[in-house]
């Protein structure tokens, strides 16, 4: 089920055009099953009655509900206010998308009327209530696969819902099937063969699947902030571990630290102009664990104000040697200040990810149902901030370079 398939049923001209994101989840949308009936889409109705019926455990539709101002008992929303403020920053962008994809669908409609009013004898108005769109969109972004249908293979447009492959869960580091390149991604040039001819997975080539055995996807290089916003899980708990592969944004923490001073918002505007602004992050990998370039290039910045009286453009060629690789660092002193920012900005999150994991222990018998799963599942998320934070901070100590 795509743009291609569907572009009968959905004119695309006009002046409400819909994204295959948008086109696919208003198709879901006016063809959901009702209670445990099947759809009654004459086109995908076997397919569409095997989809989740719900979505309540993912956290969009926490935040979907507690925007809505009427459904203020969902068990979902508490979790809300566990969530580390990164994930909360990444949630909210989600929604933004949801909310623009649901206005454009709402646009279309209203455009189009008769393409709903065969269905008006029980389709929900997408403006009274947001449960059967939710739905839509959720299966669309959790199932959808990269498939290419476009000239170009960066067109968003590229995405599929595909029955049976749609079941395949995702494993970060397991055996997991791959999907072969076409010839259109081979020759980068738009798909000319009929939807499905050539689409081909490839077995791991250095182990075999025995029967019964479940067949894996790797749904990508994420971190778990991204798999639980987008997917809703994260991947396996991590006990006990000391170390773990893992990824933290600190655009809260290190907003915070460089606007509270006097040259913040100079700061600002010059890391906006070079690029460097936001998608601050630290990894984690084994037992290697440092900031990102980009980090560290806002930290040499913010530094080099905090030591100098002087807040012009020309006073920061320095830093601007830097980052163009005319010159290694700006100079010793400010190598030792960043570090020395690194640290308090790892202390900051330590102190907060401990105190949300004492918080959500205390909570430990919550719930009942999914609620206790979801639960671990922020518990993990603290987790890895708590233990990235500590590797970086361990590495500055022992006067590791980055």
Same mark, same amino acid.
């Given at each position: 089920?795509?743009?291609?398939? +569907? =572009?009968?049923?959905?004119?695309?001209?006009?002046?409400?055009?819909?994204?295959?994101?948008?086109?696919?989840?208003?198709?879901?949308?006016?063809?959901? #099953?009702?209670?445990?009936?099947?759809?009654?889409? #004459?086109?995908?109705?076997?397919?569409?009655?095997?989809?989740?019926?719900?979505?309540?455990?993912? #956290?969009?539709?926490?935040?979907?509900?507690? =925007?809505?101002?009427?459904?203020?008992?969902?068990?979902?929303?508490?979790?809300?206010?566990?969530?580390?403020?990164?994930?909360?920053?990444?949630?909210?962008?989600?929604?933004?998308?949801?909310?623009?994809?649901?206005?454009?669908?709402?646009?279309?409609?209203?455009?189009?009327? *008769?393409?709903?009013? =065969?269905?008006?004898?029980?389709?929900?108005?997408?403006?009274?209530?947001?449960?059967?769109?939710?739905?839509?969109?959720?299966?669309?972004?959790?199932?959808?696969? *990269?498939?290419?249908?476009?000239? @170009?293979?960066? !067109?968003?447009?590229?995405?599929?819902?595909?029955?049976?492959?749609?079941?395949?869960?995702?494993?970060?580091?397991?055996?997991?099937?791959?999907?072969?390149?076409?010839?259109?991604?081979?020759?980068?040039?738009?798909?000319? =063969?009929?939807?499905? %001819?050539?689409?081909?997975?490839? @077995?791991?080539?250095?182990? @075999?699947? /025995?029967?019964?055995? $479940?067949?894996?996807?790797? *749904?990508?290089?994420?971190?778990?902030?991204?798999?639980?916003?987008?997917?809703?899980?994260?991947?396996?708990?991590?006990?006990?571990?000391?170390?773990? !592969?893992?990824?933290?944004?600190?655009?809260?923490?290190? $907003?915070?630290?460089?606007?509270?001073? &006097?040259?913040?918002?100079?700061? &600002?505007?010059?890391?906006? !102009?070079?690029?460097?602004?936001?998608?601050?992050?630290?990894?984690?990998?084994?037992?290697?664990?440092?900031?990102?370039?980009?980090?560290?290039?806002?930290?040499?910045?913010?530094?080099?104000?905090?030591?100098?009286?002087?807040?012009?453009? %020309?006073?920061?060629?320095?830093?601007?040697?830097?980052?163009?690789?005319?010159?290694?660092?700006?100079?010793?002193?400010?190598?030792?200040?960043? &570090?020395?920012?690194?640290?308090?900005?790892?202390?900051?999150?330590?102190?907060?990810? /401990?105190? @949300?994991?004492?918080? +959500?222990?205390?909570?430990?018998?919550?719930?009942?149902?999914?609620?206790?799963?979801?639960?671990?599942?922020?518990?993990?998320?603290?987790?890895?901030?708590?233990?990235?934070?500590?590797?970086?901070? /361990?590495?500055?100590?022992?006067?590791?370079?980055?």
């Amino acid at each position: 089920m795509n743009v291609r398939t +569907l =572009k009968s049923l959905y004119p695309t001209s006009g002046p409400t055009p819909l994204t295959a994101m948008q086109m696919i989840s208003l198709h879901l949308y006016i063809n959901r #099953p009702h209670g445990n009936e099947d759809s009654l889409d #004459p086109h995908y109705g076997p397919y569409i009655s095997t989809l989740p019926r719900e979505f309540d455990s993912h #956290p969009l539709t926490w935040i979907v509900r507690s =925007k809505s101002g009427t459904d203020s008992e969902f068990v979902g929303i508490p979790l809300l206010g566990y969530l580390p403020p990164s994930v909360h920053a990444s949630l909210d962008k989600l929604h933004d998308r949801f909310c623009q994809d649901r206005a454009a669908v709402r646009a279309y409609m209203a455009a189009n009327s *008769y393409i709903s009013s =065969k269905y008006d004898a029980y389709l929900t108005n997408i403006d009274d209530s947001t449960s059967d769109y939710i739905w839509a969109w959720l299966n669309v972004n959790t199932r959808c696969i *990269y498939y290419r249908l476009k000239a @170009s293979k960066e !067109d968003p447009d590229n995405l599929t819902l595909c029955p049976i492959l749609d079941f395949a869960n995702h494993t970060p580091n397991g055996l997991h099937m791959t999907p072969a390149p076409s010839e259109a991604d081979i020759w980068d040039t738009a798909p000319v =063969k009929p939807i499905g %001819k050539g689409f081909r997975f490839l @077995s791991p080539a250095d182990a @075999s699947i /025995q029967e019964g055995k $479940e067949i894996f996807l790797a *749904y990508g290089a994420h971190p778990n902030r991204t798999l639980f916003v987008e997917y809703g899980f994260v991947n396996n708990s991590l006990g006990e571990v000391e170390y773990t !592969d893992g990824e933290v944004d600190v655009q809260d923490v290190v $907003e915070s630290l460089i606007l509270d001073h &006097k040259s913040g918002v100079f700061v &600002k505007s010059v890391l906006e !102009d070079e690029g460097y602004w936001g998608d601050w992050t630290l990894y984690c990998s084994g037992e290697s664990a440092q900031p990102s370039w980009r980090l560290i290039t806002a930290l040499r910045l913010h530094c080099f104000f905090v030591s100098n009286n002087t807040i012009h453009h %020309k006073a920061i060629q320095p830093w601007r040697d830097v980052i163009a690789g005319k010159r290694e660092m700006i100079s010793d002193g400010n190598e030792i200040a960043w &570090k020395e920012s690194l640290i308090t900005i790892c202390d900051a999150i330590i102190t907060k990810a /401990q105190a @949300s994991l004492d918080s +959500l222990k205390s909570d430990e018998e919550y719930g009942h149902g999914w609620l206790p799963w979801m639960r671990e599942n922020i518990w993990t998320l603290w987790r890895e901030e708590l233990l990235v934070a500590v590797a970086v901070r /361990q590495r500055i100590l022992r006067g590791d370079d980055f």
